[in-house]
């Protein structure tokens, strides 16, 4: 007797009659990405009126309080692994896990946690400030609704809301982003937490500043796999309209918690909130 569903077949599941065509729900999903995260992107430019040792403090700081996020993520990945049957979804997600848990070859064989703690340890934070860093009420909100996510939604579901957070930088997202903005607010939206700009405001060599290009570069492989394998197993149209929700979602409240570290750095360094900036994209 085979269990309810059972993946060793390795085999496509049926498409319903309802389901969306693997297209149009190809262009909700990375409409949904994209437009979700214009407000999470607006705004969140590192600060310019710092001097460098300023700068340090704010970055240290930022990934001081971010490191919450980036130790749970791969238990949340883990989490949608132990409940998928299909071995091409465990793979990926496994692929992702290794490069953040164990060892990443483009990161010289670290795995990303360890980047992070590098990063900041360059800046002046100790490792050990870091790992004994509470999460403030906010971002302990945040990061336990991610791990819901990853438990209470359907697998297809959890699995979407975790891979909303790397789509993003897939060539189709990229391609839509810049549809939808102007030059205007392209140019306004650089984060300037490239290691170039990082290392101009920081004064930290940029070979040691790369935590968010080493993600930015891996979300696009590892975003591009994910989003294939959505697009396979939303096959019925209950599936795809659970993982459009826990795309938004999950980006919604990573925006919540990116916000609040970013509170708690420019109130580090003696800056105000950031006021908030609505941006208005084009219809396509």
């Avoid at 430019?45 to 996020?69: C, I, K, N, V, W």
């Avoid at 946690?113 to 990063?119: K, S």
């Avoid at 403030?136 to 909100?141: N, Q, S």
């Amino acid at each position: 007797m085979a269990w309810p569903t059972d993946g060793r077949g390795r085999g496509v599941p049926p498409r319903s009659a309802d389901a969306m065509s693997e297209e149009e729900f190809k262009e909700r999903l990375i409409d949904t990405v994209v437009r979700t995260r214009l407000a999470m992107d607006a705004g969140y430019a590192f600060p310019t009126e710092l001097d460098q040792a300023q700068g340090r403090l704010y970055h240290a700081t930022f990934l001081q309080h971010f490191s919450y996020f980036a130790w749970k993520f791969p238990s949340w990945l883990m989490e949608v692994a132990s409940r998928c049957p299909y071995q091409d979804v465990r793979r990926t997600v496994i692929e992702d896990c290794v490069d953040e848990e164990v060892a990443d070859v483009d990161a010289d064989g670290r795995c990303h946690i360890d980047v992070l703690y590098e990063e900041a340890e360059a800046c002046g934070m100790p490792r050990e400030e870091i790992a004994a860093t509470q999460a403030t009420p906010i971002v302990l909100a945040c990061v336990h609704a991610l791990e819901n996510f990853s438990r209470t939604l359907s697998w297809q579901g959890g699995f979407a809301a975790l891979s909303a957070l790397e789509i993003g930088s897939t060539k189709e997202a990229v391609t839509l982003r810049k549809q939808l903005l102007s030059e205007t607010q392209l140019a306004s939206g650089l984060s300037g937490r490239d290691s170039a700009s990082l290392s101009e405001r920081t004064g930290v060599p940029a070979e040691k500043l790369v935590f968010a290009a080493i993600h930015a570069y891996k979300d696009q492989f590892h975003g591009g796999g994910e989003l294939k394998l959505l697009l396979k197993y939303g096959t019925t149209r209950e599936v795809q309209e659970e993982m459009l929700w826990g795309t938004k979602a999950s980006i919604e409240v990573f925006c919540a918690m990116r916000e609040e570290i970013d509170r708690i750095a420019r109130t580090t360094v003696g800056l105000p909130p950031r006021e908030r900036i609505v941006v208005q994209p084009a219809t396509v």
